[in-house]
Every structure is written in structure tokens, then in C-alpha cells.
């Protein structure tokens, strides 16, 4: 049985969603910064960041008028799942290394999803697209590596940079396929997201935690994770939800390769880590290839079985 398609007319709304991309951007690249500054340990900070956001964007679908139900919380289970433990990753990362190395894993999604975008979504990226693509990772490569010296990590930082990008792909694909298929509300999905993710980072937090670990909690890291619940999860999450249904997964992939620019750049004042002209390169590369690959026409695309 093959799934009627209910994605958006595109052509509705020009070049809006690019526009919403920007936004996504930019608070989704000052999350690992922000992040970073939190100093309650992962298995604390992760849920804590959802138990602050859950409230408010339950609170915003049920003053629509529609609020969270069963049927919505089956249908955003497992990319949920899969964005909380993403979360657990980027917290204890960045406790492993600096903002630079969560970003390497950031920068290998594109490709990734260039290799699983025809097999899931049935969208045939032009050899123009692949190639700006590559171009991007390239200078995405630039940006991360270029910091030299600053770039520090364990080898348990770098395994967990890579288990983050492939929980944060997981749940990628996942609310992109909700959304180019059917008619799904940007708004309750991300409400079941925050709540599946919030209950599967306090599995191992009520396990592998004490009640010494949660009076670790200051008022800088609440504020903090306020922060990045207001800004990199409710604007950032609903924003990139709605796009979805507008932009491709390898094309919207791509513009976020802008995001490593966003991290390394405030990752200089806000943590001392120092941009090189090395990786001042590799940020007019990216935006070369965003610009380019903006300008290519829709790949074609079929709505999957």
C-alpha cells in the first residue's frame, strides 16, 4: 500500500523556509556553546533540559486547542527516543572535549544522508548537489580541524561526538519522513518528541545518579538549560519541524553545516577557543556551498512505500 502524500505546497510559502532555516542556525549552533557551560553531569543536565521544556510546549498545544494525545505520542516514539539519547551524548561530549569536536559529528551528517536520503525518502540528490555537498563537508572539515591545538578531546569524546550525530540522524529522518508524508502539526510533533524524550533520559538518570548529582545544580546551569530549552529545543525544534515540510532532507542537512560556523565562532568568546584563519577558510567554503546547493532545483521525488 503506497502513502498518500500531504506534504505543503512549496510555492506557498517562497523562500520562508530558508528563512526559518537561518533562525534554526543560529540557535541550534549556540546550543553545544551553551551547553558547555553547564557543569551538572550528563545523566543530570540531559533530563533537566526536558523537564524544563516539556511544560511549555505542552502548555503552548494545549492553548491551540489541541492538545497532546495517545495517538501522537505512538507516532513520535522512537524519534523521541532517539533525540533524548542524542541529548545525553551532547552533554557528556562536551564534558570530554571542546565545542569543536562535537561539531566533526555535526559535519558527517550531510553525507550521511546523502547515502540514505533515495531509500527512505525517494529524493535523487542532482550530481551538482553531491558534489556541493562534499564541497561543504570539506569546509565544514576546515572549520573543525583548523582550530589545531584547540582541538581537544579523549578518545571517549570523540565516540561520543559520533554516537551523538547518529542518534540526532536518527531522529533527523524520522521527523522528516512524518512530515513530507502526511499532515502531521510541527507543533504537537516536537510536544511528543520533548515528552519521549524527557522520560528516556530519566531512565538512566533515576539509575545511575544520586541525590549528591542533583545538588550539583546551581542557578547558572538552571539558567542555562532555560536557555537552550527556550531557544535551541522550543524555537529551534518547532522551526526545523516545519521546515521539513518544505526543504529536503540532504538539502536542509547541507544548510546546516552553517551551524559549525555559529558554534565555532561564539565558542571564541564565550570559552576562549580561538578561530584560525584556517577555519575562517572552511566558513566561506560552507556558505559557497549552502548558496549553491540553495539555488539547485528540487531534487525529484517520490513519496516512499
Known sequence: MTA????????A??????????????????GPVWAKLVTAPPLVAAPMRFLISAPLILAA??????????????RTA?????????????FATLQESTVAVLTVGIALQPALLLVIVGPVFNERPTRNHVLWTLAGVAGAALVILG?????????????????????????????????????VDPLEWIAGITVWACLITLVPALIGTGTQDWATIDRVDLW?????????????????SWVHGYVEAARSSLFLLLMNAVAVG???????????????LGGVIVLVAVAAVIRLPAAAASVPD
Do not use: C
Open 4 to 11: 498518500v502524500s500531504q506534504r505543503p505546497d512549496a510555492s
Open 13 to 30: 510559502v517562497g523562500r520562508l523556509p530558508y528563512a526559518a532555516l537561518a533562525v534554526v542556525v543560529f540557535v541550534w549552533g549556540a
Open 61 to 74: 498545544t494545549a492553548l491551540r486547542g489541541r492538545p497532546l494525545g495517545w495517538p501522537m505520542l505512538k
Open 78 to 90: 522512537l524519534a523521541g527516543m532517539a533525540f533524548g539519547i542524542n541529548m545525553i551524548f551532547v
Open 147 to 183: 582550530a589545531g591545538a584547540e582541538l581537544r578531546s579523549s578518545v571517549l569524546g570523540v565516540v561520543l561526538a559520533f554516537m551523538a550525530m547518529v542518534m540526532f540522524s536518527g531522529y533527523f529522518v524520522l521527523t522528516r519522513l512524518a512530515r513530507s508524508t502526511t499532515d
Open 224 to 240: 542555562w538549560l532555560t536557555v537552550m530549552s527556550l531557544t535551541t529545543g522550543f524555537l529551534g525544534h518547532v522551526l526545523m
Open 266 to 280: 561564539l565558542a571564541w568568546p564565550v570559552h576562549d577557543e580561538p578561530i584560525t584563519p584556517t577555519q575562517g
